[in-house]
């Protein structure tokens, strides 16, 4: 039987979270462990590596379902307790997993999970760096060169998984730091020119001042008014501001219009941003201007109902594309607003939609030109080319109902460059 560097952890070290974890943070825990081993995601990969992701992925099955559980969960804990302890390790009684005796490893914080994403990725060992890097990312989407190390070792396996020999690992982290490299080099010129446009642009300054935000016209079925005038909240300084960072909202200040219609709703519920639009009445969403046309945003979105995601390239209200997610029945669409109705571009499922409307969805979405990505949970879900598109540099977030209200809350929108 194969044994694995999971095999002594207990359920919460499993899942990752303290033994005080609300059901909330389990629940969160489960759903970014569960999408970094879940079984589909290795179907190309070679046996071991899908023997190792189904081994671990039941492990966090059965954590969870203890965990979730008060009364199991209580049992659970009582069995931890020192004086219940016999010989070196303790039993859980259902499936007889081994239970360490000694202290809880700390979590681990994001340079810890950086150095080891790093060693597991010296190693060989491609796929538990993809998991380490992908909880990372989850923590800080923006933590060192983390996006590009994850896609080039995503690149790694998926090479492996359709040729017979991995690549040595020597070429794969001369790959990387070239990738990285590369990345910094371009940030740089990036940051440049735009200083470069701030003093000597004067003709671009209208659309990049936020007062010249066009405010959507009514029709006879949309009654909201956006805000028409966005004053941004001082960001506080930091020793080293990334200049590829347009937002990083957490919904901790106003900085998001709030209104409301006969059949919608957008409001500030805590730290949240919640959008609702009531069945057969139409779609409920907000905005605001970004630097430029092509960017990348990440936001995390509860969907308790119906559909919601991000909107992209708003030019008025009879304009815009959304990417939405349907969690009910792990669907995402894509949409282009035309006149008074949607225009479906794209539809399909995706087992990395979590269903259940407790859970967040962590939404990836890139436009670059006519592109547009989407990744879900970390994984890739679908890319489509829009041939009419706007040019328009506005994005935000929507609600759309149909049959059924939409009610969603956002917890995180953050917009970079792509």
């Not at 080039?152 to 990285?180: D, F, G, H, K, Y």
């Not at 642009?201 to 029709?219: D, F, H, K, R, W």
């Not at 109705?341 to 990395?352: D, I, K, P, Q």
């Not at 592109?371 to 489509?384: A, D, H, I, K, P």
């Amino acid at each position: 039987m194969a044994h694995y560097d999971f095999d002594q952890f207990d359920h919460y070290q499993i899942l990752n979270v303290g033994r005080g974890a609300s059901l909330n943070e389990i629940k969160k825990a489960f759903r970014q462990e569960i999408a970094s081993y879940h079984p589909d995601r290795f179907v190309r990969a070679n046996d071991a590596e899908r023997d190792y992701a189904r081994a671990r992925s039941q492990r966090i099955n059965e954590a969870f379902r203890v965990l979730r559980d008060t009364k199991l969960r209580e049992n659970y804990d009582n069995m931890l307790q020192p004086g219940r302890i016999t010989g070196r390790y303790q039993r859980t009684g259902r499936h007889g997993e081994p239970i360490p005796t000694g202290p809880l490893n700390p979590r681990d914080h994001q340079a810890e999970l950086y150095t080891t994403a790093v060693e597991h990725i010296e190693a060989g060992r491609l796929l538990q760096a993809v998991a380490v890097l992908r909880r990372l990312q989850q923590i800080n989407p923006f933590y060192k060169d983390v996006a590009t190390l994850l896609t080039s070792t995503e690149l790694s396996i998926n090479a492996r998984q359709m040729t017979l020999p991995m690549e040595s690992i020597r070429r794969s982290s001369w790959l990387t730091v070239s990738i990285a490299a590369l990345v910094l080099v371009l940030i740089g010129v990036g940051w440049v020119l735009s200083d470069s446009l701030e003093i000597t642009g004067s003709n671009l300054a209208p659309t990049l001042t936020p007062t010249t935000m066009i405010e959507a016209s009514a029709t006879t079925i949309i009654t909201r008014t956006p805000r028409s005038t966005y004053t941004p909240t001082p960001a506080v300084p930091t020793a080293t501001p990334d200049p590829s960072v347009f937002v990083d909202d957490n919904f901790a200040t106003a900085n998001w219009a709030e209104a409301t219609g006969d059949t919608w709703r957008i409001s500030y519920e805590g730290k949240r941003y919640r959008i609702t639009a009531q069945q057969f009445g139409d779609a409920a969403w907000s905005y605001r201007p970004l630097p430029q046309a092509d960017v990348r945003i990440v936001a995390d979105v509860q969907i308790t109902q119906g559909k919601a995601g991000i909107v992209l390239r708003y030019r008025d209200d009879t304009d815009f594309v959304v990417v939405l997610l349907s969690p009910a029945t792990q669907e995402y669409i894509i949409a282009q607003r035309q006149g008074d109705a949607f225009v479906e571009l794209s539809r399909g499922t995706h087992l990395a939609i979590q269903t259940d409307g407790e859970l967040d969805n962590l939404m990836d979405v890139r436009v670059v030109g006519n592109e547009v990505t989407l990744s879900v949970n970390g994984s890739l879900v679908t890319g489509l080319a829009i041939t009419d598109i706007a040019e328009s540099a506005r994005f935000g977030m929507v609600a759309v109902p149909d049959a059924n209200d939409a009610d969603a809350y956002f917890s995180r929108f953050t917009a970079r460059m792509p």
